[in-house]
T-cell receptor, first 114, second 111 residues
Framework: NAGVTQTPKFQVLKTGQSMTLQCAQDMNHNSMYWYRQDPGMGLRLIYY???????DKGEVPNGYNVSRLNKREFSLRLESAAPSQTSVYFCASSEAGQDVQPQHFGDGTRLSIL | DAKTTQPPSMDCAEGRAANLPCNHS???????VYWYRQIHSQGPQYIIHGLKNNETNEMASLIITEDRKSSTLILPHATLRDTAVYYCIVRVVGGSYIPTFGRGTSLIVHP
């Protein structure tokens, strides 16, 4: 089982460039999430999608957009990258509603913006 | 969702039990306690969760106080591979799930 797969694993961008981080899960989960983690910090929620066709802002959404392409895939886009967006980005998925099942995380995308 | 408080760091000798505390004094009756850990450079990994009863699985045990205002994650025989950051979070099941991961507890297991 692949679980949650994130691509790419590493990326270096110049300020002002755009890129899309990809995330796919094979567990048939309804909910998907994007977090960022800065050095020495916990995870901060950027956006989440409670179910296919819906997206909502989290704690730090500015500078990002998301697309829930289908039930499996949830992408994160940086339209004009800034050095402050240098971070490790984690995607996660989980069941939703009444289920107590936990989140499953990918291994992250390490993004550096020069 | 209620907030949690954890010590920033702890250490433990290999082979001994590691007891990681978490305070969640504002927890409400329908909130579960979840524990995750993050080994360096990897994504967080689920460990265990519980509502009010103590829970045990192959990874750890979770002890929740009777008033549910605090809990302890127990790694019964810590190994060097258990060195990680451990996160305690609480969440309402069935509501809008926006989990918050604070800085957690950095556990160092030494030989």
């Amino acid at each position: 089982n692949a679980g949650v797969t994130q691509t790419p694993k590493f990326q270096v961008l110049k300020t002002g460039q755009s890129m899309t981080l990809q995330c796919a899960q094979d567990m048939n989960h309804n909910s998907m999430y994007w977090y960022r983690q800065d050095p020495g910090m916990g995870l901060r929620l950027i956006y989440y999608s409670a179910s296919e066709g819906t997206t909502d802002k989290g704690e730090v959404p500015n500078g990002y957009n998301v697309s829930r392409l289908n039930k499996r895939e949830f992408s994160l886009r940086l339209e004009s990258a800034a050095p402050s967006q240098t971070s490790v980005y984690f995607c996660a998925s989980s069941e939703a509603g009444q289920d107590v099942q936990p989140q499953h995380f990918g291994d992250g995308t390490r993004l550096s913006i020069l | 969702d209620a907030k949690t408080t954890q010590p920033p760091s702890m250490d433990c000798a290999e082979g001994r039990a590691a007891n990681l505390p978490c305070n969640h004094s504002t927890i409400s009756g329908n909130e579960y306690v979840y524990w995750y850990r993050q080994i360096h450079s990897q994504g967080p990994q689920y460990i265990i969760h519980g509502l009010k009863n103590n829970e045990t699985n192959e990874m750890a045990s979770l002890i929740i106080t009777e008033d549910r205002k605090s809990s302890t994650l127990i790694l019964p025989h810590a190994t060097l591979r258990d060195t990680a950051v451990y996160y305690c979070i609480v969440r309402v099941v069935g509501g809008s799930y926006i989990p918050t991961f604070g800085r957690g507890t950095s556990l160092i297991v030494h030989p």
